[in-house]
Every structure is written in C-alpha cells, then in structure tokens.
C-alpha cells in the first residue's frame, strides 16, 4: 500500500518526483495500472477516457458499498448511484469506473459513469429513448438520456409550433435519436418524430371506428377566418363557422381558441379526400326545438338587430333564434333601406307575425309594434283642410307628401296646377315643404289625395272620381309590369286619367 500513496492527489510530491511519475505512466490511468496488476487487460470505452472495471461488492455498510475490483485494494462506491430499495447484496458483479482517491486513500469508484459508458456504447441514430429535459436555450431544449447530455431543436419538440420552453423543464420526454456525434459527445433527439409515427398509427385506427354523428374529444389545432381546425387523435377536421354555435358568430376566435380542448360531433366524412367536418353546436340543444312554445304572433317581444339587408333586418330574439323583419314592416313611411331607421346592435320592440319552428322563420314586425299613426287620419286631415308637408319622392304621375311620420300623401299631376304641365319636377321638387288642399282621405286603406289647384270647384270634382279610376289605373300598371311602352301623363283637368290617388302608385 506504500506505493499507491504516491497517487493520491492530496500527497505532495517534489517535482522531480511528480515528472518521474508521469514518465512512468504515460498514457495509462490509474485505472489501467489496477487492472494490470489484477492481470487484465483494461477496456477502453468510446465516448470517453474512462475505463470500466468488474469488480464485486464485499460489502454494503450505510451509505458506502465496498467493491473487490482486484489487486491490493477496495473500492468505495456511493449507495446513492442504485434506485431506493435496490442495494447489491454482497457478491454481486457490478461495473465501475475509477474516479480517484477520497481522503483515507481509498479508490473511488462510480456506477454512474458505467452506465454512462454503456448508454455510448447502445446509443444510436434512429433509436427511441427517454430524457428528462434539464434545461433550455432560445435554440430549443437540453435534454439528459441515461447521463448523456442531448439537444432538441425547438422544431422538433411538437408537430406544432412550440412558443413557450418553459413547460417542458424536468419533463420526461419520448424521443428518437437523429443524430450522433460519438467523437464529438454530441446526441441530436426529436421528438416530433415520435409523435408523427403515433399520429399516423392513431389515424389510421381512427377511421376504421369514425361514422357520422359520432362525438368525439379533439383539440383546436389552428383557427382561420372561415373555421377551425381540430385534431380528433391524428386526424384534423374542420369546425366551420356557421356550425360552431346556434347564434351568429362574426369570428371563430369569439367561440374557441387554439388548444381548447372541445367535444365536437362528427357531420360528414369523406373517405376518398380524407376529410371530415366538425360540429360543435350540434353537441348542444337546438333553441329553435322549443320556439313554438316561447313565441306565437301578435306577441310583442325585444330583440337586437344582428344584421341588415336591402329586403328587411334579422333580429336576434335569443341566442341562436333570429326573426326577420321585411322592409315593408320596417316603417309606416317608405324606405330605401332598412339602415334609415335601425342600426346593427339596436334592442326594438316587435310585433311577432308569424312563427315556423320547423322551416326555422320568425316574420317580425317593427311599425305593428308601435302605435298605428293612420290612426284618425279622417279626422286630422278632413276633407278641404289645408295641410303643409315635405315631397318625398317624384313619379311620373305625380308626388309624394309626407304629413307625418308614416303618412303620406299623393299630389297627382293634374293636381299640381290649374295650368296644364308637362313634368312634375317642373313644379315641385324633393325635399321641398309645399301646403296642399286635402281632397279625400281613405283611413282604412291608409290614402289621402291632396290638391294645389286654386279652383277648389274643379278640385272636388276631380276628387269625386278619384277611387272610380283606380280600376283602369291597375289595369294600365299590369301591363306595364308585361313591358308595354307606357304613355306620359299631362296635367291640368283635360288629362287621361285626373283625380288618380295614392292609391294608383301603390298598385302601380
């Protein structure tokens, strides 16, 4: 035992000494020289300097276990190096590396590294291993496989897009080894790889056992502005727009986000292009199963106009229940456009028309819900009364005169001057105020007849056969409507067709 003194790295030794010493070693370890002396010959390992030894364990006495590796002396090898619980008895062959010299001169000795040149001499590309994940970089994550130190780029961890690193510390990762550098000490793993062949595995289970109108767990993948697609075990399907909730839905983001977690019900399948859609409102109950029951016409109900369109708006009664309310049942006035008197997200009353569960139609009305402003229009416009109002539209035939807000009424052409004219823009003109006699007022059917003329006389006169020509005047707009050529109509009393009314636009 004098001699092995000599290499305990605590002695201090003179330098002529120490130069003796690594002339007479040379390349060789003081691993090399024990198992010289044991008379063997040492194994090199790749991957590293080290050299594994055979040794047996003498004895286990707390913390230390004592290993024979031959020659004239013991090894001490740390009882933390075995899983709890599964400490070698003594006599059993373990594999160790020499480390060096503790303090009492005793050679020390580590499983760890054994195992650790072991794993270099296994280890190759294509292989799939486990590591835990021990630290990270902006170029991915450090991984450590049986005390071999491997990298994973951040494009290899999943088969999405990975941001954030964070989550996967001290994770135990599955993974295949793509590349090897044994002279280098580098390992490259991916385990994007891994989960590629587990997809493509799950995928082709999948739709052995998929069928329309199967529910299933899935989890959004991505989102774009028509949908979602959802990954339901290695096979994407596409959640559309409209089939994502009962109620209008301007963004996908406003339902789901990427990796939500969603039961969705499978809709359709196709086999030949290998695509699937998604339904997640199809999961839920149909609002529009119990809309007989909620809703019936003449109820007035409150809703938010959810979108406006040239023939009428939608109005959202509850989620997933719209009703429609046509421009005709917008306003007692006559509009262009719906957008004249409502606006996307305005709460109205309305006069519920009609209800049809199973075609899935509400027919609303917004003017039915108010108060009917024809409403005594006999009495407030009586006869020869003189009325001012506001031309709202010019026809061929003659003018439209609002007198309040829904009521209208018609200054024919021949009603416009006691002088014989030849357009009714020569006369009036849109937006002006003009003041007018009241000829006739028909409250039921919601028309009223004004007059310019000074000679009240020849007025009444025309106003008594103001309703007897309504018959010739629908007749003339038939064919008008068939595309006969339509003759231009002449004020003053001699014209065809004086003393027509409101009514003759309406059937016109």
Avoid at 336 to 364: F, Y
Wanted: proline share 4%.
């Amino acid at each position: 035992m004098d001699n092995e003194k000599i290499y305990r790295p605590e002695a201090k030794l003179d330098d002529d000494l120490q130069k003796e010493l690594d002339e007479a070693l040379g390349d060789m370890s003081i691993g090399d020289i024990v198992d010289l002396e044991a008379g063997k010959k040492p194994r090199s390992q790749s991957g590293g300097d080290d050299k594994i030894i055979a040794g047996t364990v003498v004895a286990v006495q707390g913390d230390d276990i004592f290993v024979d590796i031959g020659g004239r002396s013991e090894g001490l090898l740390p009882a933390d190096q075995f899983p709890p619980g599964e400490l070698p008895e003594e006599g059993t062959a373990v594999e160790v590396t020499i480390e060096g010299y503790d303090r009492d001169g005793m050679l020390r000795l580590s499983r760890k590294g054994a195992i650790l040149a072991a794993a270099w001499d296994t280890i190759e590309r294509g292989q799939v291993v486990e590591g835990r994940v021990t630290g990270m970089n902006k170029g991915g994550l450090e991984l450590s496989i049986d005390g071999i130190k491997a990298f994973m780029p951040i494009s290899q961890i999943d088969l999405a897009r990975v941001e954030e690193l964070d989550p996967y510390l001290n994770q135990k990762l599955k993974c295949e080894i793509s590349e090897v550098d044994r002279r280098e000490g580098n390992v490259v793993v991916s385990r994007k790889a891994v989960l590629k062949r587990e997809a493509a595995a799950n995928a082709e289970q999948l739709w052995q056992t998929l069928h329309e109108g199967k529910i299933v767990s899935g989890k959004v993948r991505s989102i774009m502005p028509y949908g979602a697609f959802v990954d339901i075990g290695g096979v994407d399907g596409l959640l559309h727009i409209k089939d994502m909730a009962h109620s209008r839905v301007e963004k996908p983001e406003d339902i789901v986000h990427v990796g939500q977690d969603v039961e969705v019900r499978v809709i359709s399948i196709d086999t030949e292009s290998k695509k699937i859609g998604l339904g997640l409102k199809q999961t839920q109950a149909d609002p529009w199963d119990s809309a007989d029951a909620k809703w019936s016409a003449d109820m007035t109900v409150s809703g938010r106009v959810v979108k406006l369109m040239d023939f009428g708006a939608f109005v959202e009664l509850e989620p997933g229940v719209e009703g429609l309310v046509p421009i005709s049942e917008c306003s007692f006035r006559r509009i262009g456009h719906p957008k004249e008197i409502l606006g996307v997200g305005d709460v109205v009353k309305l006069r519920v028309l009609k209800v049809d569960a199973e075609a899935k139609r509400i027919s609303l009305s917004l003017k039915q819900a108010g108060d009917d402003p024809w409403q005594g229009a006999t009495v407030r416009y009586a006869p020869d009364s003189m009325i001012e109002g506001v031309v709202t539209r010019i026809t061929d035939f003659g003018a439209f005169v609002e007198l309040a807000a829904g009521v209208e009424g018609l200054l024919h052409i021949s009603q416009l001057s006691d002088k014989r004219i030849d357009s009714v823009k020569s006369v009036v003109s849109e937006g002006q105020t003009v003041t007018a006699r009241v000829l006739d007022v028909d409250e039921e059917r919601r028309r009223i007849s004004l007059t310019m003329k000074k000679d009240t006389a020849a007025g009444q006169a025309v106003a008594e056969g103001t309703f007897a020509d309504l018959e010739a005047v629908q007749n003339r707009s038939d064919e008008n409507r068939k595309g006969k050529k339509k003759k231009p109509l002449k004020g003053g009393m001699e014209a065809p067709g004086g003393g027509m009314s409101l009514g003759d636009l309406k059937l016109g």
